[in-house]
């Protein structure tokens, strides 16, 4: 497994394009991250066992799983065409999620029901749910008829997202102030990419998410009407998505204290050049503090501005101390 790393993490000339000490052999300390994962995985393994809410049998049998599923498998197994990286939340900050264009309803449930069966093996299951976003409703048809053995799944339509709860999981009771991320978009076409980042967000935890919808800047009384939702004491970022001019993140961006990450949309006519031309203003934005991804990337996003507020949440943490 860790060859398999260190090949993907080394361009074709032989060059590491990250930090050396993560490749080199001459480095004591070379196999850190992977082996840092791996101890803690089997850390949190004997725990359970210690707390009696795995068996040491099945311990050892979800170890042998792994490595097996490591080494590549039987050729006939989810092995053959997905390698599932079930410790990026803990790694990242921000959980895997499946992205589900061009991929078949059999590999979209294959993989969901395999993060689900992990999530409930590890005692994660009050992490929220699963997602698999850009999903076509024709593709979600045939999903549901396709049974999950440690899951329930719900579509989302507007968002285009299957969600997949692992058994047994649900919404954490928390007395905890969530911070809250607001998702605006400039007019209902933008909606899809919108919801994207909404249910994405929900899907993540730990944030509130308010929506703002159609307010975009061909009535700027409409986002003059919604300053008190965006200046809002609690709210720690904002996510817009635009298409036609994108000119919208730069007038929030002048209007509140927080960061504002701009989503470009495809939604125009001819020279909008499916996103490009509201991206080009995006980045040409004069408000600071505006951030831009891909064109339709709600998940994207949602995930910037997450780790946005996550990086709050550190330094407050820190300043307590």
């Not at 409930?120 to 593709?139: D, F, Q, W």
Request: net charge neutral; proline share 6%; glycine share 10%.
């Amino acid at each position: 497994m860790l060859r398999r790393i260190l090949l993907q993490l080394v361009r074709p000339s032989g060059r590491s394009v990250v930090r050396s000490r993560y490749v080199s052999s001459s480095s004591p300390d070379s196999d850190d991250v992977p082996s840092r994962w791996r101890r803690e995985r089997i850390s949190s393994l004997l725990k359970r066992v210690a707390e009696g809410t795995v068996s040491p049998s099945d311990a050892a049998k979800q170890i042998d799983d792994e490595d097996q599923s490591a080494a590549g498998g039987d050729p006939s197994s989810l092995a053959s065409f997905a390698n599932i990286d079930h410790l990026r939340t803990s790694r990242t900050g921000f959980p895997e999620a499946v992205f589900g264009q061009s991929k078949t309803p059999g590999q979209i449930a294959a993989i969901l029901d395999d993060m689900a069966r992990v999530a409930c093996e590890r005692g994660m299951m009050k992490r929220g749910p699963i997602l698999a976003t850009r999903v076509s409703p024709e593709a979600f048809e045939r999903f549901r008829s396709i049974d999950l053995k440690h899951g329930s799944a719900t579509y989302h339509d507007m968002a285009r997202i299957i969600s997949v709860t692992p058994n047994g999981g649900g919404v954490p009771d928390s007395t905890e102030i969530k911070p809250i991320i607001v998702v605006a978009t400039a007019g209902t076409t933008d909606l899809p990419v919108a919801e994207e980042a909404a249910v994405t967000l929900e899907a993540a935890g730990g944030v509130r998410v308010r929506r703002i919808y159609d307010v975009g800047v061909a009535g700027l009384h409409r986002i003059l009407g919604a300053l008190p939702v965006l200046c809002d004491d609690e709210v720690e970022c904002v996510i817009v998505c635009a298409g036609m001019d994108g000119a919208l993140p730069s007038v929030i961006g002048g209007l509140v204290d927080v960061p504002v990450v701009a989503v470009p949309t495809s939604v125009g006519y001819g020279v909008s050049l499916g996103g490009v031309a509201a991206a080009l203003t995006m980045l040409n934005s004069c408000s600071p503090g505006v951030g831009v991804v891909n064109i339709d990337n709600g998940f994207g996003g949602a995930a910037l501005a997450y780790k946005i507020v996550g990086c709050w949440k550190k330094e407050r943490r820190r300043l307590k101390e």
